[in-house]
């Protein structure tokens, strides 16, 4: 977008307002109280250095990011990238151009049902972990696997943090999603140096982040916040050295191609390629594989059924979908093609339970999340009765005793106690 020398100037993408109703002749800083802003909702968010605010158009949640012309520009496009390449970003819908007197506004879509990771150590509950360890090891999990796929596609975040990412529930565990890459870049490939560069700085601010949160929630200091940044490291490099090693098997091994694919898939990454090629003696086979973006189960899904889910959340439908197909195909005494069984699955199964959903929890947790927890919820109730009670007690049972305890999660208001603890700060 070039610069606008005159007035205002919107660039954005179809399918979202056009934004030109809100006071932009004014800094952001300036819009509380501003007759022309009662758009302006108070969002829960980490902290960050630019003035952010947030926007409600007809339910639909807009950040609006204050930044210097060239830097909003780039990070819009860099977003717009890495939405092309499949990485967990949020969206970029926009960048307000306003003159040469006031800074640009990047603007992109608040992720529903995402959480700063501040309020993770809040919303704590027993389905989900009530402990603080249980609550880092997630969340550390949760970073290391955004930070080896960003790498993979050869990006460099520059400043990575727990503040600098927002946080999904997917089907027990956490899906993280990039806010802010202010400092990012894109190279074809990074060499083990930016990589390890990249790592230190998560390291750190890591240790910084987890004691921040210790000191405003009165959290216990254990586990150890540096202890815990360098497990995040061992993390990385675990799930790095499973995608990119080299196996050295034996000819008569070569069922170690088939189990290597599946541990990778289990992960939730494609095999897009698989090498193999002899050592230099002749009696060893060098195994390579080459993997795509992760999102295996989360495709199998959308292909089955139509359904969108986080990767576990998939994994977690796509397992129940296995059963009742098991279950259609004793009862019929044939075998049930996939696609028949998933149709039925989805008609019988997942849409009447949706359907359950009372209109005022809808703001609880994601649909598909809500059926992942009805599915623990009817095992848990299977086991203390010791027989299977069946799909309709359990969605019954849940959605009596589970779901109304669950705070609201699709939008987090900001309170004036998350003010005055300063997370009302954007990340």
Known sequence: MSPNRGGLRILARPGHPDFLDLPWHRPLGTWDGEPATDRLVEVARGVHRHVVKFVDYDGRLYALK????????????????????????????????????????????YLDYSLPYRLLFIHRRPATGPDVRGLSSRLLDALAMLLVRLHLAGFYWGDCSLS????????????????????????????????????????????????????????????????????????????????????????????????????????????????????????????????TEQGFHRRRLLSLTGLDAQENQARSLLNDLANFRLALEREAGRPVPEQVAAYRWLT???????????????????????FHEVIEHKWFLSERHGTDIGVESAVASYMDNELPQIPDERTVLATDEDAEVGWIGYG
């Open 348 to 370: 019988d199964i997942f849409e009447p339970t949706v359907a359950a959903i009372p209109e005022p929890l809808g703001a609880k947790l994601e649909p598909v999340e809500v």
């Open 66 to 109: 204050e930044l210097p012309p060239r830097v909003a520009e780039r990070e819009y496009r860099l977003l717009r990238h890495m939405s092309e390449e499949a990485l967990p970003v949020v969206e970029a819908v926009g960048v307000a151009n306003r003159g040469e007197d006031l800074d640009d506004v990047l603007i992109t879509r």
């Open 164 to 291: 600098n990412t927002l946080f999904r529930r997917d089907a027990g565990a956490l899906a993280a999603y990039l806010v802010d890459m202010e400092t990012g870049e894109w190279h074809a490939q990074l060499t083990d140096g930016q990589r390890a560069t990249d790592l230190e700085v998560t390291e750190l601010n890591v240790v910084g982040g987890l004691m921040d949160v210790q000191s405003e929630l009165d959290l216990a200091r254990d586990p150890d916040p540096v202890e815990t940044a360098a497990d995040l490291r061992l993390r990385y490099e675990r799930l790095w050295a499973e995608l990119n090693s080299e196996e050295v098997i034996s000819p008569d091994e070569r069922h170690k191609i088939e189990a290597r694919i599946r541990r990778l898939n289990e992960l939730g990454f494609d095999v897009d390629e698989v090498e193999v090629a002899t050592t230099e003696s002749g009696e060893q086979l060098i195994l390579r594989t080459c993997v």
